[in-house]
Nanobody
Framework: QVQLVESGGGSVQAGGSLRLSCAPSRATSTYNRITWFRQAPEKEREGVAGLYTGAGLTELTYYTDSMEGRFTISQDNAKNTVYLQMDSLKPEDTAMYYC?????????????????WGQGTQVTVSS
């Protein structure tokens, strides 16, 4: 059962922008949070940015230090979609990007605390 579908990846030159989308199969308010991760070849999966989406939560966002300022996470409730706007892209941002959703509170950067994962969308940044 597919829970999350990512889209928006592609190939861009350094300095360019992309906007990734994550469309969950349930209303975003039914999850505790949705987080973007990425994984480059031969590297561990790392957190990028996340957003608390649960009903009653304040849509608090969180970022890995190196991403804040270049990446922005947001959600569109009408479209039930979470976005990751990526600006000033660098070749080292090249990776497969995944969105993940959790049903309950937990450490935001630990992959084990997430219940659902998308298939990923590839981002390639050339110099």
């Amino acid at each position: 059962q597919v829970q999350l579908v990512e889209s928006g990846g592609g190939s861009v030159q350094a300095g360019g922008s992309l906007r990734l989308s994550c469309a969950p199969s349930r209303a975003t308010s039914t999850y505790n949070r949705i987080t973007w991760f990425r994984q480059a070849p031969e590297k561990e999966r790392e957190g990028v940015a996340g957003l608390y989406t649960g009903a009653g939560l304040t849509e608090l966002t969180y970022y890995t230090d190196s991403m804040e300022g270049r990446f922005t996470i947001s959600q569109d409730n009408a479209k039930n979609t979470v976005y990751l706007q990526m600006d000033s892209l660098k070749p080292e941002d090249t990776a497969m990007y995944y969105c993940a959703a959790a049903d309950s509170f937990g450490s935001v950067w630990f992959t084990r605390t997430y219940n659902y994962w998308g298939q990923g969308t590839q981002v390639t940044v050339s110099s």
